[in-house]
C-alpha cells in the first residue's frame, strides 16, 4: 500500500488561507488518484477534490468549488489543497486517501474504505475568529 502525510493544517480566521500537502511513499505508481477528504465532528467523511496523475485532472465538491485548488507534484510525490476564502464551515479534519479504483469526476470520486483505501492520519483546519 501507498503511505500518505498530511500537514500544513491549523487555525485561521474567516477569509484566510492555507496550503495542505499530502506526502505518498511506498507504491504510488499503482495510484493514478489522490483525493482529499474532510470529517467534521458528528458528521460523515466526505469528499472535497481530486486529481488525477495520468491526464491531470481535477474535480472539486460544490461547496469548495472556486474556492480551494488541488494540484500535484509528481516528482516530489506531494499533492497540495490550496485553501482560500476559508469559512467556519470548512472546519474538520482533512484527510488525503486513494485506493485502486478511485476515480476523479462526478461519477466516480468516492470515499475509500477504511479497510481497503489507504489513509493518511489528517490534519485539523479549524476556522475562526
Known amino acids: 500500500q501507498v503511505q500518505l502525510v498530511e500537514s500544513g493544517g491549523g487555525l485561521v480566521q474567516p477569509g484566510g488561507s492555507l496550503r495542505l500537502s499530502c506526502a505518498a511513499s511506498?507504491?504510488?505508481?499503482?495510484?493514478?488518484?489522490i483525493g482529499w477528504f474532510r470529517q467534521a465532528p458528528g458528521k460523515e467523511r466526505e469528499g472535497v477534490s481530486c486529481i488525477a496523475s495520468a491526464r491531470g485532472d481535477t474535480y472539486y465538491a460544490a461547496t469548495v468549488k472556486g474556492r480551494f485548488t488541488i494540484s500535484r507534484d509528481n516528482a516530489k510525490g506531494t499533492v497540495y489543497l490550496q485553501m482560500n476564502n476559508l469559512k467556519p464551515e470548512d472546519t474538520a479534519v482533512y484527510y488525503c486517501?486513494?485506493?485502486?479504483?478511485?476515480?476523479?469526476?462526478?461519477?466516480?470520486?468516492?470515499?475509500?474504505?477504511?479497510?481497503?483505501?489507504?489513509w493518511g492520519q489528517g490534519t485539523q483546519v479549524t476556522v475562526s475568529s
Open positions: 486517501a486513494t485506493d485502486s479504483t478511485l476515480g476523479c469526476s462526478g461519477r466516480d470520486f468516492y470515499v475509500p474504505s477504511l479497510e481497503f483505501g489507504s
Open positions: 511506498g507504491f504510488t505508481w499503482r495510484y493514478d488518484v
